[in-house]
């Protein structure tokens, strides 16, 4: 890695640049684009899990005035590629779950869509669904590879072995629910498709992801597909590949050519066909000598997957690399159920995979007669135990030691169960957090000098509410060595150079990288006084240095929690977190990310849980009434921090990404501390009031 | 969601007429609860008469004791209003206790007691149930109930009724003034709700088109010290999964009179007589408030998800009681 750029607007607390926009309701989410004569799409979703659908009645949806068109899997367009059988939407008669599409209504207006819909009749040939997940089913597999193309499974040395001979053991079982992103903007799609091609307005963490993905599937040249997003209502993953809502909406566009086709999903429905966080079953074994450092780690994972198509969260990863243990273990293992595809939620693998471990460090601690601090500062590692090589920068025990003083953490009392304040049971707690630094080729940029005497900055990324429009000019700025306002920033459009998705929390990195070698062409060639119209490209350059070091960004989270004593209710008025992270581009819009993860933790911990129903098949408590999301009530002071860690190693920003890393232990913390208030250890998640009644 | 028509009532004679002629038609209040069952196809009215501009929108005093709360009152309003929140703050309490700022914004006295169950295959048109399509079974009973009923239940529906607000007024007795088409009458809120039995899709024993116009609140000094305690899985909205509401009068540690309403565990606001009884002349001491509460919860019959309920409701009314007497030492 060459060495970092020079910063004067990198560092700075900049205001959002978007944010007047958004304040004043002008700025376009994909719904509102201004479009000609648009028709309105409501599916009609399979109400059986599992079967055929034997004949679709729709005489009485046709009857409806303003119906333009009826799709359903006998006359919709035929796709390309049926590679992954979660988009190959109305190509057959196979219902591989409950609240697939098995066709959709086009019409003048959504309520005459709505209604056409409710209107067609669909039989089926209905089989026995199968949606259970347990850790003794007989038929769980080993999948190839975890998501990000992690290895299944681990092993070094002899973990039973260790296990058995270990003076303090622990063996317990966590789990995780199925959870759901629930963005405030619900997935939409405006498709266009006339004789120039198809132009989409689509509500995405990736313009240039929905044109291949779409492009392949209909079998067209990427060239004529246009996608456009310059404001999204939030993602989180749900958003970072195409659903089948996509599909379907591009499918309707080419029956209605010319007529924009609008589908806006409804909050009932992103519970089921835009992907979800499966949950886990994890097994975690800790062996320790008497002095607390861990001789053994074995971290064995059940989870779910949909027969139609394997998503494998990578959930046991985080454990090959936190603590130092000589025999460690990691698996996975899938049960394929007649469900929706799971997919990326913040932080896939290390969100849950960071319950199960960082809560049986906890317990361990107490088996061992430790602080949880000095526990972990106990069994940090000197190289990266999964890879053995160097960490680029690790800083996890300096994030535990700043966040202990900045919480107050010395002046705990470890006892349990024995700090009663007006009727409410008190304790404190603490997790580690871990998230990797991605590196992902693909991304380009291109920079040209305009007649304004401003530099367009043109690359295909996505704010997702990040504060990618905002970080993205302060390293353009830096990078070009002029100030903000020099820096005219073009996104969220497929006509600009190709981006990856903003995902990983490793968008600002990949891109921020490829605007930083635009720019450093751009000076070379045309020098600081350029012509009107000289311009440059970039992409982000081999990193030598991803082969000679791990790289991870680290957290310390602390959470205090007050169980009444009486009812169980639980409350969490305190969160604080540390991480290190890179150089942190924009202080505002990172704090904003930090504690938007952290409270996502919360709701992770406290709140979360699509419960499915066996005799359906389906997440029944399918919206914002009975799903609950941590409100501002259950939010109270929330506070991050970070290290001035400087690693020259990841990109030339010296950034690793803070998308993520916030949500990351944050549940363990307030597992904990739970138990640290009433004395009651919570291994399953959320911790409700009726889990903690006496 | 299917065309209907709109009309504006102009007087309350008007708009009964409007919808007891009309087996389709139904009146529309502030529209929380009906316009997203609406959305949803749980209702499919083909007419709705607007009475929400009705002149019910006062709170009165009434000539011998009481309060008189219009029908079009809205929630936030009359939680704030200085006569409730003085002589019956239970309801008050409850009132803030429910919903969202904006719903309660929206929400109206009579629309809030008239509001339907969250039970999820209520809500879900494409699962069976006995309530929205009597006959078609109770997928409840098998299925997730972490919200449903502990008492009073049938083996044709398990849900409970939502309200907070219908809580408190059962605590309080009210009556509930209501206009028919063959004229007025009076209803117990602890009668307005019915049981599930045989005839789940019956929330109420109000008959169509029948029109609720005021709810009395009687006069009761002892309302005046009264809690309203709602346990929930967030701070904030969401359901019960157990509430009370109560009061006490207690001289020299002995419980002269007690009234107790519990929501969350039953098809209607449950009142708690035989809590009551045991609580009448008993000492007022947690020994009392125990076995108040075990005998109203003797005949508790948990389901699958809310065996919880039970050891819950007790402790939370526990509390509230324990809460009163220390408040009225104070």
């Known amino acids: ?694 | 969601m299917r065309p209907f028509e709109y009309e504006r009532a102009s007087d309350a004679v008007d708009a009964v007429a409007s919808v007891a002629s009309r087996p389709g038609a139904a009146f529309l209040g502030g529209g929380t609860n009906l316009i997203d069952h609406m959305k949803l196809g749980v209702a499919t009215p083909d007419l709705l008469v607007d009475v929400a501009r009705l002149p019910f929108d006062t709170v009165e005093s009434l000539p011998g004791g009481g309060v008189r709360i219009g029908a079009a009152v809205r929630n936030s309003g009359l939680a704030a209003e200085p006569l409730i929140r003085e002589r019956y703050p239970v309801l008050s309490q409850a009132l803030l206790a429910g919903a969202s700022g904006q719903l309660r914004n929206l929400a109206t006295t009579a629309g809030n007691l008239l509001q339907r169950t969250r039970c999820v295959y209520f809500q879900d048109v494409t699962t069976p149930c006995n309530k929205r399509e009597p006959g078609s079974g109770c997928s409840a009973l098998h299925g997730y109930t972490r919200y449903h009923a502990v008492l009073g239940a049938s083996e044709h529906c398990v849900a409970v009724h939502p309200s907070d607000m219908a809580v408190a007024l059962t605590a309080l007795d009210a009556l509930v003034q209501v206009q028919g088409p063959d004229g007025g009458r009076s209803v117990r809120v602890a009668e307005l709700h019915r049981l599930p039995g045989d005839a789940p899709d019956r929330d109420t024993v109000l008959e169509h088109g029948e029109l609720i116009t005021a709810v009395d609140l009687p006069e009761l000094p002892m309302a005046a010290h009264s809690l309203y305690r709602k346990v929930r899985d967030r701070a904030s909205y969401a359901f019960a999964l157990v509430s009370v509401a109560a009061m006490l009068d207690v001289e020299d540690g002995t419980v002269l009179e007690a009234r107790v309403a519990f929501g969350g565990l039953a098809h209607k606001p449950w009142r708690a007589s035989r809590a009551e009884d045991v609580l009448l002349g008993a000492p007022a001491n947690e020994e009392t408030f125990r076995r108040a509460a075990d005998a109203e919860l003797a005949g508790a019959r948990h389901l699958r998800d809310n065996a919880f309920k039970v050891p819950m409701a007790r402790n939370t009314l526990v509390a509230v009681l324990r809460d009163l007497v220390q408040e009225r030492r104070r």
């Open chain 1, 1 to 694: 890695m060459s060495g970092l750029i020079e910063t004067r607007a990198i560092g700075a607390p900049m205001e959002r640049l978007d944010g007047p926009a958004k304040v004043r309701g002008t700025a376009p989410y994909a719904f509102e684009h201004p479009v000609q004569r648009p028709v309105y799409l409501h599916p009609v979703q399979a109400t059986i899990a599992r079967g055929r659908v034997t004949a679709v009645d729709t005489a009485a949806a046709e009857a409806l005035d303003g119906v333009l068109v009826i799709l359903t899997h006998l006359n919709a367009p035929r796709l390309d590629s049926d590679r992954d059988k979660e988009l190959w939407v109305l190509q057959s008669d196979e219902v591989a779950y409950r609240g697939q599409f098995v066709g959709a209504v086009v019409a003048e207006s959504s309520e005459v869509a709505r209604e056409a819909a409710g209107l067609v009749e669909v039989e089926y040939d209905q089989q026995s669904h199968d949606v259970e997940l347990s850790a003794d089913r007989d038929d769980l597999y080993a999948p190839e590879k975890v998501n990000a193309g992690y290895e299944t499974d681990t092993s070094d040395g002899d973990v039973d072995a260790a296990i058995a001979s270990a003076a303090v053991r622990l063996d317990e079982t966590y789990t995780t629910p199925m959870e759901h992103n629930n963005p405030m903007e619900p997935h939409t799609t405006v498709a266009i498709w006339n004789d120039h091609g198809l132009t989409l307005y689509d509500s995405t963490q990736g313009v240039h992801t929905v044109r291949s993905s779409v492009a392949h599937l209909f079998g067209i040249d990427p060239e004529r597909v246009r996608v456009i997003a310059p404001y999204v209502g939030g993602g989180f993953g749900a958003k970072g590949m195409i659903h089948a809502n996509v599909v379907l909406t591009v499918l309707a566009a080419q029956m209605v050519p010319g007529r924009p086709v609008k589908f806006a999903v409804t909050r009932q429905q992103m519970f089921s066909f835009v992907g979800y966080r499966t949950p886990t079953i994890q097994r975690v074994r800790l062996g320790a000598d008497s002095n607390g450092r861990l001789t053994a780690i074995a971290h064995d994972v059940v989870e779910l997957t949909s027969r139609i198509k394997e998503f494998a969260e990578q959930t046991a990863t985080p454990t090959r690399t936190m603590y130092a243990a000589p025999n460690r273990r990691t698996t996975h293992r899938l049960a394929a159920l007649d469900l929706p595809v799971p997919s990326w939620m913040r932080a896939p693998g290390k969100t849950p995979g960071m319950f199960g471990p960082e809560v049986a460090m906890d317990e361990l601690a107490i088996a061992c007669g430790l602080d949880p601090i000095e526990l972990r500062t106990r069994n940090e590692p000197e190289v990266d135990p999964e890879s053995g090589l160097p960490y680029s920068s690790r800083n996890l025990v300096a994030c535990l030691r700043e966040g202990a003083d900045r919480f107050g953490w010395k002046q705990r009392d470890p006892t349990p169960g024995v700090r009663l304040e007006d009727g409410w049971l008190v304790g404190s707690g603490v997790a580690s957090s871990i998230y990797p630094v991605y590196s992902r080729p693909g991304s380009r940029a291109n920079i040209r000098f305009g007649s304004d005497g401003r530099y367009a900055v043109r690359i295909g990324a996505a704010d997702i509410g990040t504060g990618a429009w905002t970080a993205l000019t302060q390293i353009a700025a830096d990078a070009l060595g002029v100030p903000v306002e020099s820096v005219d920033l073009q996104i969220g459009d497929t006509a600009a150079p190709m981006a990856t998705v903003a995902g990983g929390s490793s968008g600002t990195g990949n891109w921020g990288w490829a605007i930083v070698d635009a720019a450093r062409t751009f000076r070379g060639d045309h020098g600081t006084d350029p012509a009107e119209g000289a311009e440059a490209d970039g992409e982000p350059g081999a990193n030598p240095d991803s082969e000679r070091f791990a790289m991870y960004s680290f957290g310390a989270q602390f959470a205090e929690v007050r169980v009444h004593a009486d009812t169980g209710e639980i409350r969490v008025p305190r969160m604080l977190g540390v991480f290190a992270a890179g150089r942190i581009i924009n202080p505002r819009t990172a704090r904003s990310q930090l504690i938007g993860g952290m409270t996502m933790g919360l709701s992770m911990a406290l709140h979360e849980d699509s419960v499915i129903d066996p005799q359906f098949g389906h997440v029944v408590n399918h919206d914002f009434a009975e799903y609950h999301i941590a409100g501002n009530a259950d939010v109270g002071s929330l506070q991050a921090y970070w290290l001035h860690e400087h690693d020259p190693h990841v990109n030339p920003m010296g950034s690793k990404g803070i998308g993520e890393i916030g949500i990351v232990g944050a549940a363990a913390a307030i597992a904990n501390a739970t138990h640290h208030a009433t004395g009651i250890r919570v291994r399953d998640l959320p911790i409700t009031a009726d889990k903690l009644l006496r």
